[in-house]
């Protein structure tokens, strides 16, 4: 399962608030990356994150920030949350041989499903 | 912008018989996977497509890459009902990038039927 766990794995909140997510991986992997997942559009990218301290904005960044201070977490926040914002949430992690290398693959987590009312 | 989609949206088939899952994107790229999703699940990987004509195949399912014509396929045969998921296809967004930026279809959810 590529040791990635996220937390929490199911959350309720109402319109307003703040909420963090986090994504823990324990194999030291550089690239980490957040997904949203809704019925219809499959998964999209929200950010991702290319090593400590260094993230860039995927496809649907809006609303959304991400932090990453050490290795193995990586941090999404909704500052104040909406429902639009309801969703499932995936975290992933890219293997690879380097960088540049073609063979690069991603592997998800079990995923945070969020309920905002 | 990469658009990828995938038809059908869903497919219920019976067992015992074959079907095809199209993949199309819009723009070059140099990299496509599959994926499986089980329902309340995380996707698990399936393939890795690298390069045109690329073919791979694991049990019921193979798929194959065209990437002049933009397309992948994914053929199950002689469908079992453990098959019964849903299949993404992603694309890689950044052509020869690092960042590896998947862009998804939107998922065939396959039904087998006994």
Same mark, same amino acid.
């Given at each position: 399962d590529a040791g990635i766990t996220q937390s929490p794995r199911h959350k309720v909140t109402e319109t307003g608030t703040p909420v963090t997510l986090r994504c823990h991986q324990t !194999?030291?992997?550089r690239y980490m990356y957040w997904y949203r997942q809704d019925p219809g559009h499959g998964l999209r990218l929200i950010h991702y994150s290319y090593g400590v301290k260094d993230t860039d904005k995927g !496809?649907? @960044?809006?609303?959304y920030s991400v932090s990453r201070s050490k290795t193995e977490d990586f941090l999404l926040t909704l500052e104040s949350a909406t429902s639009s914002q309801t969703s499932v949430y995936f975290c992933a992690i890219r293997e690879g041989l380097?960088?540049? @290398?073609?063979?690069n693959e991603q592997f998800f987590g079990p995923g945070t499903r969020l309920t905002v009312l | 912008e990469l658009k990828v989609e995938q038809n059908p949206l869903f497919l219920s088939m019976q067992e015992g018989k074959n079907y095809t899952i199209y993949c199309n994107y819009s723009t070059t790229s140099d990299r496509l996977y599959w994926y499986r999703q089980d329902p309340g699940k995380s996707l698990e990987s399936l393939f890795v497509l690298l390069s045109n004509g690329a073919v791979k195949q694991e049990g019921r399912l193979m798929a194959s890459l065209d990437t002049k014509a933009r397309l992948s396929t994914l053929h199950i045969t =002689? =469908?079992?009902?453990?098959?019964?998921a849903t299949y993404f296809c992603a694309v890689v $967004?950044?052509? $020869? $990038? =690092?960042?590896n930026k998947l862009i998804f279809g939107t998922g065939t959810l396959l039904a087998v039927q006994p």
């Open positions: !194999e030291n992997h !496809e649907v @960044s809006d609303g380097a960088d540049w @290398s073609s063979y | =002689a =469908a079992v009902h453990d098959l019964s $967004g950044n052509y $020869g $990038g =690092a960042t």
